[in-house]
């Protein structure tokens, strides 16, 4: 059960990927236009992703309180903006071919990647549920 669970997140957070992808002309993947060379780098990117909303983003969260309060969860938005641009940044060390051109992309991306999964979680049901 443990692998479908992370087949599960993978391909929710590749999808929601691709849709960012698909509605920015600042957030895509390098290369040719075939969707086929883009799988890949996509579940790549999906995997990257997953591990920083995973491990790093919960430590800014916390640490963010004061501000995520003061705001009224509008310092969220800014964090995971922060979360997807450093995922293009640790894309590039592994030298995947990943691109998120601007902080204002990167917040409309993280809405878009935020909303997508939102749904996907309520199509298919919730990944992290036991």
């Known amino acids: 059960m443990g692998f479908l669970r992370f087949i599960g997140w993978l391909l929710t957070n590749a999808v929601a990927l691709a849709v960012a992808a698909q509605l920015f002309d600042g957030i895509g993947f390098g290369g040719s236009d075939d969707w086929q060379d883009k799988i890949w780098p996509l579940l790549f990117v999906a995997l990257i992703l997953g591990i920083v909303n995973s491990f790093v983003s919960p430590i800014l969260k916390f640490l963010s309180i004061p501000f995520i309060i003061i705001t009224l969860g509008l310092f969220l938005l800014l964090i995971n903006a922060l979360m997807l641009l450093f995922t293009e940044w640790l894309a ?18 993280a809405i878009v990647i935020t909303v997508v999964t939102w749904i996907v979680g309520l199509i298919v049901g919730d990944t992290q549920e036991a």
Do not use: R
Request: glycine letters at 22%; hydrophobic letters at 50%.
């Open 92 to 109: 590039g060390l592994f030298d995947i071919d990943f691109y998120v051109n601007g902080f204002w992309t990167a917040v409309g991306g």
